[in-house]
T-cell receptor, first 113, second 113 residues
Framework: KAGVTQTPRYLIKTRGQQVTLSCSPISGHRSVSWYQQTPGQGLQFLFEYFSETQRNKGNFPGRFSGRQFSNSRSEMNVSTLELGDSALYLC????????????FGQGTRLTVV | GENVEQHPSTLSVQEGDSAVIKCTYSDSASNYFPWYKQELGKRPQLIID?????GEKKDQRIAVTLNKTAKHFSLHITETQPEDSAVYFCAASRNSGNTPLVFGKGTRLSVIA
């Protein structure tokens, strides 16, 4: 079966701009979580969506937001980009949520200049 | 919320030796503990997980132990091979509900041939 697909793979944006990242989970999976990966900080949890509802939210500023559509595809948006937002953004697809295996996408590498 | 500490941050071992990575968690209600391996430039992938109803689980050369009283769990890799070189992440969560999967900051394992 198809894996988790994230688009785009790479992005370069300027400070102050906004960006939207997309994640298509594995068919049948209803939970999508987003993580920010930076060197030395590991995988920091951004938020989780389940059946179009945000179920959990990490400790990130309000500039980071997301949503999930009826087909379980999810998007995350970062507004007013800062240099520190440069990171690999990973989404994870789970059948029902925590307690089940998380399947990761390849990630979107965001560079803010 | 849950907090996961992981040590060491880097680990070098000779091929054939064993490697041990340790994690502690803060939420006594956590009961699902997966380990993910991320090779360079690739997505994290689940290698083994353990639930709180068992103290140890093995899969060929890898094993995970869990001490719920002390709130720590460990990954053991025996007879290490160069292809074991990667970043390993531990994580913890409750089995379901409104808590996310929280990761440690990762351990970069280098197996020297």
């Amino acid at each position: 079966k198809a894996g988790v697909t994230q688009t785009p793979r790479y992005l370069i944006k300027t400070r102050g701009q906004q960006v939207t990242l997309s994640c298509s989970p594995i068919s049948g999976h209803r939970s999508v979580s987003w993580y920010q990966q930076t060197p030395g900080q590991g995988l920091q949890f951004l938020f989780e969506y389940f059946s179009e509802t945000q179920r959990n939210k990490g400790n990130f500023p309000g500039r980071f937001s997301g949503r999930q559509f009826s087909n379980s595809r999810s998007e995350m948006n970062v507004s007013t980009l800062e240099l520190g937002d440069s990171a690999l953004y990973l989404c994870a697809s789970m059948r029902t949520g925590v307690g089940t295996e998380a399947f990761f996408g390849q990630g979107t590498r965001l560079t803010v200049v | 919320g849950e907090n996961v500490e992981q040590h060491p941050s880097t680990l070098s071992v000779q091929e054939g030796d064993s490697a041990v990575i340790k994690c502690t968690y803060s939420d006594s209600a956590s009961n699902y503990f997966p380990w993910y391996k991320q090779e360079l430039g690739k997505r994290p992938q689940l290698i083994i997980d353990i639930r709180s109803n068992v103290g140890e689980k093995k899969d060929q050369r890898i094993a995970v132990t869990l001490n719920k009283t002390a709130k720590h769990f460990s990954l053991h890799i025996t007879e290490t091979q160069p292809e074991d070189s990667a970043v390993y992440f531990c994580a913890a969560s409750r089995n379901s509900g409104n808590t996310p999967l929280v990761f440690g900051k990762g351990t970069r394992l280098s197996v020297i041939a």
